[in-house]
């Protein structure tokens, strides 16, 4: 079995505890931003009327792997949109993904939809209350969004852990050992749960969430404001330089599962961002697509477009795009262009010249995992054309409708 962290990685001592509650909470009932969803925290699942969507929730899924910048508009517009369980429940995917269209992670949209229609067709409407039964009923859920939920909308005293908790935590506690590994997730749950306030649970986590957010950042963290620093090994190691080394021991000692290893020693011009230490990342693979606006002159005069959608599954599910085709790399410009009057040829059921095809440009679009640059080419039509509806749906749209359909923001770019 591995050996226990040490007591220098965890929170043993009550009062300490005790204390680091009251500074951080202190903090955030002066220091915290006006967001909308903190105004809605309790979730009210009714018992009479329709349940209302509860806030946490939307805000949860949404600023995963999102800022909260960008969040604020798409989640207003949401919450005006469906503000029950059961509006969200009756609306449409694509109506889902129009409205979540440029936000990206499309999925996620998709499952929040899936979780509320669960919610009102298998439990009466009833969202479930404890982070236990919202990670086991809701798909969508994972251990931190239970949580969250939990804590903040029902007052479960359970901790949460996300990339700013994982940051505040590692530096308060020296933790230099790869902080993406399921061991030290684990270690930081347990700490997660003992640091949690009990009578403010929800407030607690999201004081130390906005702490990673706004003060303890990954770069530059303002230690001098920190409500924590008098609890902060890291902020100590900074500030009594090498003399702490031996006491605060961060190089590696025997086996202890929290720190980093002794081949990484402490970089003093890192300084308290030392921590967290995370594996390297896996750089993105590259892809290429080739991508043909097809044009033609609408009813009206104006130009119109032609979009289809894409599959159920996979990336960027059920949005549209423009006619695509992926294509392996090193292709020279004319295999190309062939390939692609190959694949709209077979799409509309009549012959593309590639000669036709006019090339437009490259657009580059950065996905978590995927660097995927689009050739974009251009056709002209004369006559009208619809694809084989068994590959896929498609239809014809204006500029305007383009924009409010639910496509990607790489489609936009092209």
Not at 95 to 117: C, D, H, M, P, T
Not at 193 to 201: F, H
Request: include cysteine; charged fraction near 20%.
């Amino acid at each position: 079995a591995p050996a226990p962290p040490p007591a220098r990685h965890l929170f043993s001592d009550p009062a300490e505890v005790e204390t680091l509650r009251g500074s951080l909470l202190a903090w955030y009932d002066r220091c915290k931003r006006d967001l909308p969803w903190r105004a809605l925290v309790r979730g009210d699942c009714g018992k009479r009327g329709p349940a209302l969507l509860p806030a946490v929730w939307v805000s949860e899924i949404m600023l995963q792997q999102t800022q909260v910048a960008t969040v604020i508009d798409y989640y207003n517009r949401w919450m005006q949109k469906w503000p029950t369980l059961q509006a969200l429940a009756q609306a449409s995917l694509e109506e889902v993904n129009e409205l979540w269209a440029g936000l990206g992670y499309y999925s996620r949209g998709k499952r929040l939809q899936e979780a509320a229609r669960k919610v009102v067709s298998e439990l009466a409407g009833r969202m479930p209350r404890t982070a236990e039964d919202l990670q086991k009923l809701l798909p969508g859920v994972g251990r931190y969004t239970a949580g969250a939920i939990a804590s903040i909308s029902y007052g479960q005293a359970t901790g949460v852990v996300d990339g700013n908790v994982i940051r505040v935590l590692c530096r308060l506690r020296c933790i230099g050992a790869d902080s993406s590994s399921p061991a030290v997730i684990d270690q930081l749950w347990d700490m997660a749960n003992v640091l949690v306030d009990r009578n403010r649970p929800g407030d607690f986590n999201q004081a130390l969430m906005e702490l990673g957010a706004t003060v303890c950042v990954p770069k530059a963290p303002l230690c001098g404001e920190c409500p924590l620093k008098q609890h902060c090994q890291a902020w100590r190691r900074v500030s009594l330089g090498p003399a702490a080394t031996v006491t605060l021991a961060f190089a590696g000692v025997g086996d202890c599962p929290l720190c980093p290893p002794a081949t990484e020693p402490w970089d003093s011009s890192l300084g308290v961002t030392n921590f967290p230490r995370k594996a390297a990342k896996k750089p993105p693979r590259a892809m290429r697509t080739a991508t043909c606006v097809l044009e033609r002159r609408g009813c009206h005069g104006a130009p119109e477009y032609l979009i289809v959608q894409r599959p159920s599954s996979g990336l960027l599910a059920g949005l549209w795009e423009f006619p695509s085709l992926p294509l392996a790399q090193d292709l020279q410009e004319e295999r190309e262009r062939e390939e692609l009057a190959d694949h709209l040829q077979a799409c509309m059921g009549r012959p593309v010249a590639a000669k036709g095809l006019r090339f437009i440009g490259e657009v580059i679009h950065i996905f978590s995992h995927i660097h995927q640059t689009y050739v974009v080419y251009s056709l002209s039509l004369d006559e009208d054309v619809t694809l084989d509806s068994a590959l896929s749906p498609s239809r014809w749209v204006t500029e305007d409708e383009f924009h409010a359909s639910a496509v990607s923001t790489a489609m936009k770019k092209v």
